[in-house]
């Protein structure tokens, strides 16, 4: 089993890399003579908004490549939907470092793609730049109007906030009470935005509320590899000799599947994450037990051999609402004993006899176990790498023996979809 999971560590990171280049999903793309061309479209995951998209008939034609200047739309089958656009855009950066005095926009003419991210009474568009930097545009009868945010530095170099955006909300929805005295609250963040923009087209009576979901899958599927660390904690009378031994901590590896379900209606930053995971544990430990010099004694020799099943059931919580972000995670673990192979040698010798036997190292074995997992970790597409401590409730069972489970693992997962 070592070798097969040796194996698969090593090829993993090449198959990944494979189909994180190429992953083609159902999709069509709009030429400029507003043709339809059905096939397949290679997401990427876009965490900037993409300038040029690849693009092929069927799975095994030849990929063709399109920019904005080629085609009027494209549009994944479940997911994004981005139309080519001329627009004046606001080149002020807003990172902290890049701060200037000026709090006037400064536009350029542009022509991108702009995702759509609510197709109603009125559209909402989003882009986000090379540095990161987002924008938010409305559909305003036919003209696209930037959405305006500016940050600077005032006195002191203190940063300073011009949220135009805020009066143009205003303007624009001035029709809707309900949502006219929300604009005040509302963030110039994509959750923020889209929010407000469907309260206020359902605002408008007996119309049908049509709109694209924001850009994030509610199901994750994937596989995981882990180096662990783990120890073992003996204290008591019921754990043949066990408590007396010292099992130092022992590497051992985990290999498992993942599947994840997001909740972007709730909240984007929010996943609900379940990873099962395969675990061997092999630890050895040898001893003597002397209660007369030369004349009774004993000497142990014991091996700890088995395997678990570990479902870690955790919420995930990441920091940015971006898909490479860092993330803590918090959550319950549920163990399974498969197998069993432990046994202690005991030689004895008792004056002039001398003994020798197999026993269980615990008596009283324990085949399900319980306890808690938190982490931290980072997102970068389609790969995870984090960092858990899990604390359980042992092997071990029975009055008089208490026993805990105490396992660092350093992880890496790669989703499938």
Excluded at 22 to 44: A, R, S, Y
Excluded at 326 to 332: E, R, S, V, Y
Excluded at 394 to 405: A, F, M, R, V
């Amino acid at each position: 089993m070592k070798r097969y999971a040796t194996l698969l560590f090593l090829i993993l990171p090449f198959i990944s890399f494979s189909q994180s280049k190429n992953n083609f999903q159902p999709g069509w793309v709009v030429t400029l003579q507003q043709d339809t061309l059905e096939g397949f479209i290679d997401d990427q995951k876009w965490e900037r908004t993409p300038t040029t998209i690849y693009f092929k008939e069927s799975q095994g034609s030849e990929i063709k490549t399109f920019s904005i200047s080629d085609i009027s739309s494209f549009k994944l089958k479940f997911r994004n939907f981005y139309r080519s656009k001329s627009i004046e855009m606001d080149m002020l950066p807003r990172a902290k470092g890049s701060l200037g005095k000026n709090k006037e926009s400064l536009f350029e003419s542009k022509k991108v793609f702009l995702e759509l991210l609510a197709d109603e009474e009125l559209p909402l568009y989003y882009y986000q730049d090379q540095n990161l930097k987002e924008h938010f545009f409305i559909d305003d009868n036919g003209r696209i109007v930037p959405l305006l945010y500016v940050k600077y530095k005032g006195k002191l170099n203190r940063v300073k906030e011009k949220k135009t955006f805020i009066s143009q909300m205003e303007t624009l929805l001035e029709d809707c009470e309900e949502v006219y005295s929300m604009i005040s609250e509302v963030e110039y963040t994509r959750k923020s935005m889209l929010r407000m923009i469907r309260a206020y087209n359902v605002c408008e009576p007996n119309e049908e509320i049509l709109f694209d979901e924001i850009d994030y899958d509610w199901f994750k599927f994937g596989v995981n590899l882990s180096t662990t660390l783990t120890h073992l904690t003996f204290n008591g009378h019921n754990s043949s000799y066990t408590e007396i031994l010292n099992f130092k901590p022992a590497f051992n590896y985990g290999i498992g599947i993942s599947f994840d379900f997001l909740v972007p209606n709730f909240n984007p930053k929010i996943a609900f994450r379940n990873d099962l995971i395969y675990k061997p544990y092999q630890r050895k430990a040898s001893g003597k037990v002397v209660f007369e010099k030369d004349e009774w004694w004993q000497e142990l020799d014991s091996k700890l051999d088995f395997s678990h099943l570990r479902w870690q059931t955790m919420v995930q919580y990441k920091l940015k609402e971006t898909y490479n972000s860092t993330f803590i995670l918090a959550g319950l673990v549920n163990s399974f004993t498969l197998s069993n192979k432990s046994n202690t040698h005991v030689i004895t010798q008792f004056y002039s006899a001398l003994t020798e036997e197999d026993i269980p190292p615990i008596l009283d074995f324990q085949w399900y176990e319980f306890g808690f997992v938190g982490g931290f970790g980072y997102m970068h597409n389609r790969y995870i790498f984090d960092v858990k401590y899990e604390v359980g409730n042992g092997i071990g069972k029975g009055k008089g023996l208490k026993t805990s489970t105490h396992i660092l693992y350093l992880s890496v997962k790669y989703y499938l979809n």
